[in-house]
């Protein structure tokens, strides 16, 4: 009997222990298949230019142009890196159909920005004066800049990529 009764408290112990250890789900016998872990997908690269900064602005009558030399700042608000991309320089034109952005032909390099950082770089464009203005008298422009305006780099926003515009006299 008390072989019985020890028998018998053995084997409650056995079922309570074994009643609390978690069981794993089974891909296959004997191999033990975790649940995937759910991992939250990361936002991707975001370019958005912070600051602008007239260094230079010359006209040249010789050329009948305008060069700009501006320090441009942009910061990558996603958690992916961005590559290089260019950044592009417009203008703002007033004509009989109203006021617009023209942008310049020419491009500046801008290097690649991991997630979260800022770069500032010195970037150049030439602007024919006939552009800005079809009487080729020019004192006065808006102008901005664009990054990534090849959309070289996919972003989580597509639509905040300018700056704000500067007033550069001549």
Same mark, same amino acid.
């Given at each position: ?19 609390? /250890? !978690?069981?794993?789900?089974? @891909?296959?016998?004997?191999?033990? +298949?975790?649940?995937? !872990?759910?991992?939250? %997908?990361?936002?991707?690269? #975001? $370019? ?5 900064? $007239? $260094? ?6 010789? /050329? ?12 990558? *608000? @996603? +958690? ?13 034109? /007033?004509?009989? +159909?109203?006021?617009?952005? /023209? ?7 801008? !290097? %690649?920005?991991? %997630? @979260? ?13 006939? $552009?800005?203005?079809? *009487? ?14 090849? #959309? %070289?780099?996919?972003?989580? #926003?597509? *639509?905040?990529?300018?700056? +704000? ?6």
């Amino acid at each position: 009997m008390k072989k019985n009764f020890l028998f018998l408290i053995a084997t409650l112990l056995c079922v309570a222990v074994f009643a609390q /250890t !978690p069981k794993l789900p089974t @891909g296959q016998p004997g191999k033990p +298949q975790l649940p995937a !872990p759910k991992i939250p %997908a990361l936002k991707p690269a #975001d $370019l958005v230019v912070t600051g602008i900064q $007239l $260094l230079i602005a010359e006209k040249n009558n010789t /050329t009948k142009s305008v060069s700009v030399k501006v320090k441009v700042t942009v910061k990558n *608000n @996603g +958690q992916l890196d961005a590559g290089a991309t260019k950044l592009s320089g417009a203008f703002q034109k /007033t004509t009989a +159909q109203g006021v617009s952005w /023209t942008e310049v032909s020419q491009l500046a390099d801008f !290097p %690649a920005i991991k %997630a @979260g950082q800022s770069v500032t770089r010195d970037c150049s464009f030439t602007i024919p004066i006939g $552009l800005i203005n079809d *009487n080729r008298s020019v004192n006065s422009f808006n102008f901005r800049v664009k990054a990534d305006v090849m #959309d %070289a780099v996919k972003e989580s #926003d597509e *639509n905040n990529n300018f700056s +704000q515009g500067i007033l550069i006299g001549l």
